[in-house]
C-alpha cells in the first residue's frame, strides 16, 4: 500500500531535549516536505527536498533541521525544542513531473507538546 | 510574498444545498493551485491540482475553477460525508518548490 508514515504519532517532551520525528515513504518520490499545522494559521510549511542531499527552507524553518540521506526518509530534527513548537506536524511527499509538483500524499500526523 | 486567502472560515449547508468556497492568492506567477480535502485529526487528501486560468476539474459532487486571482470549489447538491476542512494552495513559478497554503474552510453538511 502506498503511504508515508510518521513516528511517533504522539509526542509529549520538555524544553530542550533534542527530538526526531521521523517521516518514510514508499513511493520512490522524490520531493518531501516537512509542515506544521496551527488553529488559525493553518499548514505553514517548514522544510521541503527536491532529492537526496537537496534541502530547502519554507516559510517557518527556525528551529528545525532536516537530512535527505536517502530518497525514503526525510527526518525532522528539532535541536532544543521549545513550547512554540508544540504543533500538529505533518510529513509530505510528491512525484516531481518536469519541474511541476504534483499532488502531495500525506502522511498521518505527528502531535507534538513540549512542555 | 505568496498569499492565500480562503473564505468563509466556515460553512455550514443543508444536505443538498449547493454552495462555493473560494481561495483568492497573491502569487508572483502561478504554477499550480491545489485543493485539499482533510477531514478532522488526519492529514489532508489531494482533490485537484489547476494550472492556468479558465481550467476547470470535476470530481463526483465537487467542482474547482480557476481564474488569474482566485479559485472556486463549488459543492453540488452535498452530503453529510462531505464534512471536511477544504483547503486551498499555491506553487509559485520559478525555482522554488515552496507551497503556501490557506487556513481552510470548514464545511459542515446537514442530514
Known amino acids: 500500500e502506498a503511504q508515508v508514515t510518521q513516528n511517533p504519532r504522539y509526542l509529549i517532551t520538555v524544553t530542550g531535549k533534542k527530538l526526531t520525528v521521523t517521516c518514510s515513504q514508499n513511493m520512490n518520490h522524490e520531493y518531501m516536505s516537512w509542515y506544521r499545522q496551527d488553529p488559525g494559521l493553518g499548514l505553514r510549511q517548514i522544510y521541503y527536498s527536491m532529492n537526496v542531499e537537496v534541502t530547502d527552507k519554507g516559510d517557518v524553518p527556525e528551529g528545525y533541521k532536516v537530512s535527505r540521506k536517502e530518497k525514503r526518509n526525510f527526518p525532522l530534527i528539532l535541536e532544543s525544542p521549545s513550547p512554540n513548537q508544540t504543533s500538529l506536524y505533518f510529513c509530505?511527499?510528491?512525484?516531481?513531473?518536469?519541474?511541476?509538483?504534483?499532488?502531495?500524499?500525506f502522511g498521518p500526523g505527528t502531535r507534538l507538546t513540549v512542555l | 510574498e505568496d498569499q492565500v486567502t480562503q473564505s468563509p472560515e466556515a460553512l455550514r449547508l443543508q444536505e443538498g444545498e449547493s454552495s462555493s468556497l473560494n481561495c483568492s492568492y497573491t502569487v508572483s506567477g502561478l504554477r499550480g493551485l491545489f485543493w485539499y480535502r482533510q477531514d478532522p485529526g488526519k492529514g489532508p487528501e489531494f482533490l485537484f491540482t489547476?494550472?492556468?486560468a479558465g481550467e476547470e476539474k470535476e470530481k463526483e459532487r465537487l467542482k474547482a475553477t480557476l481564474t488569474k486571482k482566485e479559485s472556486f470549489l463549488h459543492i453540488t447538491a452535498p452530503k453529510p460525508e462531505d464534512s471536511a476542512t477544504y483547503l486551498c494552495a499555491v506553487l509559485p513559478s520559478g525555482g522554488y518548490q515552496k507551497v503556501t497554503f490557506g487556513t481552510g474552510t470548514k464545511l459542515q453538511v446537514i442530514p
Open positions: 489547476l494550472y492556468s
Open positions: 509530505a511527499s510528491s512525484s516531481l513531473a518536469g519541474e511541476l509538483t504534483n499532488e502531495q500524499f
